[in-house]
């Protein structure tokens, strides 16, 4: 290969023709196609970083776990404003989001009729598939289900998004490739001049494009396996996956460096004020609303948002000193009556919600129907005060790190809190009841609800203190649900103004998601799944919405199925890819309850209508006793529903 391809580098310099050698034998003629040089990626021609992701965005640094580095610079990243994208925080990764979405475009909308879909994953491991993905180290595919994008521009191309049902393997190569692929009036669609050069044996004036070309064939000799016609490829193409200290680095370093801060106790805690016999409506269900500060390790440089890492020498973020973190907590009224040590349970708000809202407006009935002291903070990173960086956000999304960085130090402030009322702050008096310590310092669990299910994953497998976790209405992958949420309907004109060609906001959010690894679920699904960094082996059950407005059902599937959790028998949908068990079941699990929301869109459009199936689920009949049951000492996931859990 080598060696034919010293030959043809010649005819890239002007040589043309066959040659004759020394011994008088004739080389045959190689064909050549100028393309021109580009910084795009020239596979495709409809955007400059399609496909995404891409080898053609990495340079070789062998001072990295993968032995690349991402590399997109300014000239081929989206402006918003005139301004260029400062890049230098993606420098950073040494390779794609093992979770980011997967994208191509083609010359004409193609037919994706006999392509697997969300609901014929199966057709995508068959041999006649026009889609496949993959693992080029272990030559197997992998299942994934592929769409039109039905948010498409009428003045631009269409794209095609891969969806792989569970989370990629990290620092590992992947092919993605498409055969015989056809337009809506049956016309065979034609490979781009660049692919086209690949595939056939043509050598070209791009410099970047042959230097790929080794990698190429090794994925064309791996589709050769699945008996794919070389010639029938439309598209094919290469990407690489970051490492596991890439993605996770910054914030395994900030946890070490906090645990050791903190202790098994914490580091103080402050409390501010205290309302008795708080209610709402009228109905007392709580004791006492108890509301102060603790203290926790800052990495970041400010208290309020926007906040970023200081860096040490190392590119590690460094301590900042001590932070004094909000909290809000309840003391049930029956524990107040009768009391005895019990669980501390930890709450997860909602999306760009806060502490203090649910506290005083959700949080006294579930608290007194638990029989638990429930404590909560502010998600930093994505809470109500951060809303004014997340617009900002959106107007340049190069400075994403306001948001992802400052969500590491949320997640340190989570553990901080359980770690501090269970500890030092136990014993004040608002936590006690005639000498009787209320919290059990050695229960410790987590309920999230939305984004709280989403980063109480994430949490899971960081805290060493959780034993076990309820995830409300959680998922994975931002990007992913971002385009099928309502949630994201007040956000997207502000993101349509500054950015107002659909591929490139779709190219950002993909972007933006290998930065959000650090902390969304989808970085940590398989930590989880292996244990959880401490060995702890933390439970998790999911409860979700049947057509979830705000989380669709898919992102849940997806973090469930990558965790390898089986479904319960009693759920209203039994997805793809999972094993069904019965209850009474001692161990992790997922269901979902439908409340008869109607169904969302078939494609990656959100709903136009919230039904509150998602907001409603936790406090229904059926889930209060499996979150019961599950956090109590012998917890089980024992589903209650006769049948189908349904509100009939």
Not at 350 to 367: D, F, I, K, M, R
Request: charged letters at 20%; glycine letters at 10%; one cysteine or more.
């Amino acid at each position: 290969m080598r060696r034919w391809l010293v030959a043809a580098a010649g005819m890239a310099w002007g040589c043309s023709g066959p040659s004759t050698t020394d011994e008088g034998t004739t080389t045959p003629e190689v064909p050549f196609v100028t393309l021109g040089q580009t910084p795009c990626d020239p596979l495709v021609e409809q955007h400059c970083l399609l496909p995404f992701p891409s080898d053609r965005f990495l340079a070789v640094d062998e001072t990295t776990a993968t032995g690349v580095r991402l590399n997109y610079t300014s000239e081929v990243l989206p402006q918003a404003g005139g301004e260029p994208f400062e890049a230098v925080d993606w420098q950073r990764l040494d390779g794609a989001s093992p979770g980011g979405q997967i994208m191509a475009a083609f010359a004409a909308t193609p037919d994706l009729s006999q392509a697997a879909g969300q609901d014929s994953i199966d057709r995508s491991l068959t041999a006649e598939s026009p889609s496949i993905v993959v693992d080029l180290q272990t030559g197997l595919p992998v299942a994934h289900w592929v769409e039109l994008d039905a948010q498409a521009q009428e003045d631009g191309p269409v794209m095609v998004f891969v969806r792989p049902t569970v989370r990629l393997e990290e620092n590992r190569s992947y092919g993605v490739a498409f055969r015989d692929l056809m337009a809506a009036d049956g016309t065979p669609i034609t490979p781009s001049a660049a692919f086209g050069a690949l595939r056939d044996g043509a050598m070209t004036d791009d410099p970047d494009l042959e230097a790929r070309r080794d990698g190429m064939e090794v994925l064309f000799s791996a589709l050769d396996v699945f008996d794919w016609d070389r010639g029938s490829v439309t598209l094919a193409w290469r990407f690489h996956t970051a490492s596991a200290d890439a993605i996770r680095g910054d914030m395994l370093h900030i946890r070490a460096d906090a645990l050791k801060r903190l202790g098994p106790d914490g580091m103080g805690c402050t409390i501010e004020e205290v309302i008795d016999d708080y209610g709402e409506g009228g109905e007392v269900h709580s004791a006492r609303w108890v509301r102060g500060t603790i203290r926790v390790p800052a990495y970041v440089d400010s208290p309020t948002p926007p906040a970023r890492f200081v860096r040490g020498a190392d590119d590690r973020p460094t301590y900042q000193g001590d932070h004094e973190v909000p909290f809000s907590a309840i003391v049930p009224k029956n524990l107040a009556d009768a009391p005895s040590s019990e669980r501390l349970v930890l709450f997860g708000h909602g999306l760009l919600g806060n502490h203090t809202s649910y506290t005083q407006n959700v949080l006294p009935a579930e608290a007194q129907a638990q029989r638990a002291i429930v404590a909560a903070t502010d998600w930093a990173g994505m809470s109500s005060e951060d809303v004014p960086t997340v617009a900002s956000v959106l107007a340049d999304v190069s400075s994403f790190p306001a948001i992802s960085e400052r969500l590491h130090q949320g997640m340190i402030n989570q553990i901080a809190l359980s770690r501090t009322l269970a500890g030092v702050c136990r014993s004040e008096a608002v936590f006690t009841q005639e000498g009787v310590e209320l919290i059990d310092p050695d229960r410790v669990y987590f309920v999230g609800a939305s984004q709280g299910g989403i980063f109480g994953t994430t949490l899971a497998a960081l805290h060493p203190d959780l034993e076990r976790a309820v995830l409300l209405v959680g998922g994975a992958g931002y990007p992913f649900m971002i385009d099928r949420s309502i949630d994201f309907a007040p956000f997207d004109p502000v993101f349509r103004v500054n950015y107002r060609n659909r591929v490139d906001r779709s190219v950002l959010l993909s972007l933006a998601q290998s930065l959000w690894d650090g902390t969304d679920a989808d970085g940590w699904l398989r930590v989880l799944a292996s244990g959880g960094l401490s060995g702890n082996e933390p439970q998790i059950l999911m409860i979700a919405a049947h057509n979830d407005a705000q989380v669709t059902n898919l992102a849940t599937d997806y973090s469930m199925r990558t965790m390898g959790l089986p479904v319960l028998e009693g759920s209203s949908r039994e997805p793809w890819g999972f094993d069904v068990v019965s209850s009474p079941h001692d161990g992790s699990g997922y269901i979902t309850v439908d409340l008869g929301d109607r169904p969302v869109p078939f494609g990656n459009v959100a709903p136009e209508a919230n039904d509150g199936g998602h907001s409603a689920v936790g406090r229904t009949e059926a889930a209060r006793h499996l979150v019961d049951r599950f956090l109590a000492p012998d917890g089980v996931i024992d589903v209650p529903c006769d049948g189908i859990c349904d509100p009939d």
